[in-house]
């Protein structure tokens, strides 16, 4: 199962796909791919840093 991340609001989820729709901002929004691959986030299962905006 996947994490995915909504490009709009920020909301999380895990799913295998991505909705048609946010299910918390009611928009149609992209959704990112926030499955961790790297060890320091395993315990969580999804990337805190994607869809962060940098400084």
Known sequence: MASWK????????E?????DQCPS??????FLDA???TPDCAAEG???????KGK
Not at 15 to 19: C, I, L, R
Not at 25 to 30: F, N, P, R
Not at 46 to 52: E, L, N, S
């Open 25 to 30: 901002c009611k928009q149609k929004c992209e």
């Open 46 to 52: 999804i990337d805190q840093r994607v869809g962060k």
């Open 35 to 37: 499955t961790c691959y």
């Open 6 to 13: 909504c490009s709009n609001c920020g909301y999380a989820l």
């Open 15 to 19: 799913t295998d796909a991505p909705p």
